[in-house]
Nanobody, 128 residues
Framework: QLSLVQSGGELVQPGGSLRLSCQTA????????IGWFRQSPGKEREGIVC????????WYEDSVKGRFTISKDDAAKTVYLEMNSLKLEDTGLYYC?????????????????????WGQGTQVTVSP
């Protein structure tokens, strides 16, 4: 049974750090582009970081560059998003997603906010 189960979202103060996890099952993680997406209040869902399943190249959205880091553990089938120096505007519902690597690029995945499989979402709230 294929699944993406997210965890790690919570309330954090500005300047704080948080790590989100996305535990996958039923697939071989190495075969997929992986992305993290965010839907902030009143806004459309956007891609914030995507990693290529072909060569490991990573695309970061400008607002998170230098603060957020994507990583994965293929053996554990788990994807992580390390978030540092959190800002009020980072508040939102965060989703992990996977797309088979053979069709489009990881940048296209992030740009079009589309993927083959999605996690259930986890809420991150940055507030004093």
């Amino acid at each position: 049974q294929l699944s993406l189960v997210q965890s790690g979202g919570e309330l954090v103060q500005p300047g704080g750090s948080l790590r989100l996890s996305c535990q996958t099952a039923g697939l071989t993680l190495e075969y997929y582009h992986i992305g993290w997406f965010r839907q902030s209040p009143g806004k459309e869902r956007e891609g914030i970081v995507c990693i290529s399943g072909i060569d490991g190249a990573i695309w970061y959205e400008d607002s998170v560059k230098g603060r957020f880091t994507i990583s994965k553990d293929d053996a554990a089938k788990t994807v992580y998003l390390e978030m540092n120096s959190l800002k009020l505007e980072d508040t939102g519902l965060y989703y992990c997603a996977l797309e088979f690597r053979g069709i489009r690029t990881h940048q296209e995945m992030c740009a079009t906010v589309s993927a083959d499989y999605w996690g259930q979402g986890t809420q991150v709230t940055v507030s004093p």
